[in-house]
């Protein structure tokens, strides 16, 4: 069994940065895909971002890319998400997800274990 917890959300004004952690336990995340979803309040759970195990391999939403930047630290059994830029429309609850298969995906069933989510909340 993984255990996700994030870290990191909080207010932050239009234009500014938050990091974003996700620190694992019960199992050693070397061979996982990690990703980050997020929900904004009203709308559905949406793919942000992933990391393939080997951490060679990123993907991006279009919405994010070129801002947000993804990575891990699988010594620390730890990934992180650097948002820069930050927009009201990034306002959402951030979700950590772990898939077990390594291979990643922008779908949510692709993902066996999830954190409890941290707040973002930008202000315009």
């Known amino acids: 069994q993984v255990q996700l917890v994030e870290s990191g959300g909080g207010l932050v004004q239009a234009g500014g940065s938050l990091r974003l952690s996700c620190a694992a336990s019960?199992?050693?995340?070397?061979?996982?895909?990690m990703a980050w979803f997020r929900q904004a309040p009203g709308k559905e759970r949406e793919f942000v971002s992933v990391?393939?195990?080997?951490?060679?391999?990123?993907y991006y939403a279009h919405s994010v890319k070129g801002r947000f930047t993804i990575s891990r630290d699988n010594a620390k059994n730890t990934v992180y998400l650097q948002m820069n830029s930050l927009k009201p429309e990034d306002t959402a609850v951030y979700y950590c997800a772990a898939d077990e298969s390594g291979l990643g995906s922008r779908f949510q069933t692709a993902y066996e274990y999830w954190g409890q989510g941290t707040q973002v909340t930008v202000s315009s």
């Open positions: 990391i393939m195990w080997s951490g060679g391999s990123t």
């Open positions: 019960g199992r050693t995340l070397g061979s996982y895909a």
